[in-house]
T-cell receptor, first 113, second 112 residues
Framework: EAQVTQNPRYLITVTGKKLTVTCSQNMNHEYMSWYRQDPGLGLRQIYYSMNVEVTDKGDVPEGYKVSRKEKRNFPLILESPSPNQTSLYFC????????????FGPGTRLTVL | GENVEQHPSTLSVQEGDSAVIKCTYSDSASNYFPWYKQELGKRPQLIIDIRSNVGEKKDQRIAVTLNKTAKHFSLHITETQPEDSAVYFCAVGGQAGTALIFGKGTTLSVSS
């Protein structure tokens, strides 16, 4: 089944404790991205990657890191989480061109205390 | 960069009525306009999209219209049903490999 997976789905952590949210897709998509969703603010892009070893900042990259060492995986790293990073996070992927469907993962609910 | 405005932010209709959500964008080079539906607790999913060489596209009860001159596009849902209740996001895309920019979303409530 073609899909985007994320882990963990729910995470409660404390300020400053490094964490990684994994994202994987099995559709051989070149383009992957991370969004955060907050009430009233919609979906805001954090980082995106157009292919292996190619990443770029989105609209709200501060406090986040990403890496793209393999085509299928695109982990999101929070080196020192803060409470303002409490949010719902979505990973997404699509084929390299923009004129096509973007598939979202199931989401990760992160709470930073 | 691209700026996408979506209105209204909330919309309440009676079952059977029509619902219209409108988005405006700023970059005239944008050429891809999808709409996503997000049910409560679920991920966003594509429901319909339109490309800049097309003015209107229909799929059963949903349709999207595009006015490139005015830089706006709209989602039309006819004969609304309670299961249409969700958050709807418009998005705008440009050149291949660039980001999809999303609107802030519209919460549609359909009451029976």
């Amino acid at each position: 089944e073609a899909q985007v997976t994320q882990n963990p789905r729910y995470l409660i952590t404390v300020t400053g404790k490094k964490l990684t949210v994994t994202c994987s897709q099995n559709m051989n998509h070149e383009y992957m991205s991370w969004y955060r969703q907050d009430p009233g603010l919609g979906l805001r892009q954090i980082y995106y990657s157009m292919n292996v070893e190619v990443t770029d900042k989105g609209d709200v990259p501060e406090g986040y890191k990403v890496s793209r060492k393999e085509k299928r995986n695109f982990p999101l790293i929070l080196e020192s989480p803060s409470p303002n990073q409490t949010s719902l996070y979505f990973c997404a992927s699509r084929l390299g061109g923009v004129l096509g469907e973007q598939f979202f993962g199931p989401g990760t609910r992160l709470t930073v205390l | 960069g691209e700026n996408v405005e979506q209105h209204p932010s909330t919309l309440s209709v009676q079952e059977g009525d029509s619902a219209v959500i409108k988005c405006t964008y700023s970059d005239s080079a944008s050429n891809y306009f999808p709409w996503y539906k997000q049910e409560l607790g679920k991920r966003p999913q594509l429901i319909i999209d339109i490309r800049s060489n097309v003015g209107e596209k229909k799929d059963q009860r949903i349709a999207v219209t595009l006015n490139k001159t005015a830089k706006h596009f709209s989602l039309h849902i006819t004969e609304t049903q309670p299961e249409d209740s969700a958050v709807y996001f418009c998005a705008v895309g440009g050149q291949a490999g660039t980001a999809l920019i999303f609107g802030k979303g519209t919460t549609l409530s359909v009451s029976s």
